[in-house]
């Protein structure tokens, strides 16, 4: 079963191809590169970069798996959630190439996605895990019984993503876009300690009406108020300590959180994924905690972690594995999919 991936919703022209359960090849093009002057991703850019980058990624990627676009079985695509422009163009490509070739077409959950990367690198999934899934516009946690068919959501973020929350504090820092990466960079060298920044529901009641979910939005504002502050005495703003103590605030919720959810739902098994778990902190206090809690923490090497072709082509190829129905040639995207939606009909 050789399955075709392509990934379109945001910046990245993803293309991957996976046999039977293993990563043949994984293609990636990015149009990152033109938004660091605007501060944010601008949808037509991206979505023009998608049309001038996807025939030459997919031949990229079919050539280094030295494979013909004949002996494709089945077509996945992410169709939602994600940027309505960008997600069109990749899930209009899919279509193209699925009623060319008469193979079965998947339009597919980018979150999920997130999640289904990890079983090419790390294995076959346990009967049921915990999903945390962390990026740039989503931080959502899951139970998951069976990657094609069964997904609940526990809970989610109540307005900022963890990564978006990461590139708004970037700014305020003057670092450049997106911030997330040259936060974690600037952490390392900074003191975790130094700072008490606030815990979004994780107090009293908001944490037990909100057992599972996140806020990063006071978060957010704290930093702002102290960089301010910083500013207003005429002091130079410790930024190395204000990133790994915001760092330190946004990474201890997210996990305390996930492997609370690891013990209510009896989960002996955390897999987390998204751009933001390319984070190194998010990965240090991960491996520690997994000890205390007697919980394996899986978590895709970096590469696998932000936007890419192999989370799609892994999730079509389990689909197609448990015989999921495929979507009607009459598919569209949704820029709001629900996570529990795996495949759209
Ligand atoms: O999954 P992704 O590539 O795109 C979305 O689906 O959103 O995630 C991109 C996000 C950005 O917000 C970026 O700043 C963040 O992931 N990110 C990081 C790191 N690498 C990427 N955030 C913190 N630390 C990192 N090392
Ligand atoms: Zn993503």
């Known amino acids: 079963m050789l399955v075709l991936g392509i990934e379109t919703s945001c910046d990245e022209t993803g293309v991957a191809l996976v046999r039977d359960g293993e990563l043949l090849t994984d293609v990636t093009a990015t149009s990152m590169d033109e938004y660091a002057r605007f501060g944010g991703i601008i949808p037509e850019i991206a979505s023009r970069a998608h049309l001038e980058s996807f025939v030459p990624t997919l031949d990229a990627a079919l050539e280094k798996a030295e494979v013909e676009l004949g002996d494709v079985d089945a077509i996945a695509v992410t169709a939602g959630p994600g940027l309505v422009g960008p997600l069109t163009i990749g899930v209009s490509a899919a279509k193209a190439l699925a009623l060319a070739l008469g193979k079965p077409l998947y339009g597919v959950n980018h979150i999920v996605g997130h999640l289904a990367v990890d079983q090419l690198v790390n294995g076959e999934f346990p ?28 809970g989610g973020t109540l307005d900022d993503a963890a990564g978006e929350a990461f590139d708004k504090v970037g700014r305020l820092l003057g670092l450049p876009y997106p911030g997330g990466p040259h936060i974690d960079r600037l952490s390392q060298q900074g003191d975790r300690y130094a700072i008490g920044f606030p815990r979004g529901l994780s107090r009293g009641k908001d944490k037990v009406r909100h057992q599972f979910n996140y ?46 959810a690891c013990e209510t739902f009896e989960s002996d098994t955390l897999v987390i994924g998204g751009g933001f778990s390319a984070n190194s902190m998010l990965r240090e206090i991960a491996a520690e905690r997994a000890a205390k809690y007697g ?36 598919v569209t995207v949704n820029t709001g999919l629900p996570r529990e939606q795996i495949v759209l009909r």
């Open 127 to 154: 009967e049921r895990f915990i999903g945390l899934v962390v990026s740039g516009g989503h931080s959502h946690l899951l139970r998951v019984g069976n990657i094609a068919t069964d997904i609940t959501e526990l």
């Open 215 to 260: 806020s990063f939005s006071g978060l957010k504002t704290a930093v702002a108020r102290y960089v301010e502050g910083c500013e207003a005495r005429g002091e130079d703003i410790p930024k190395a300590d204000v990133a790994a103590s915001f760092s330190y605030a946004v990474v201890d919720v997210l996990l305390e959180k996930a492997f609370n």
């Open 295 to 330: 919980v394996t923490v899986r978590i895709p090497p970096i590469r696998y972690c932000t936007d890419n072709g192999a989370m799609i082509a892994a999730l079509g190829w389990s689909l197609a594995r448990e015989g999921v129905d495929p979507s009607p040639l009459s």
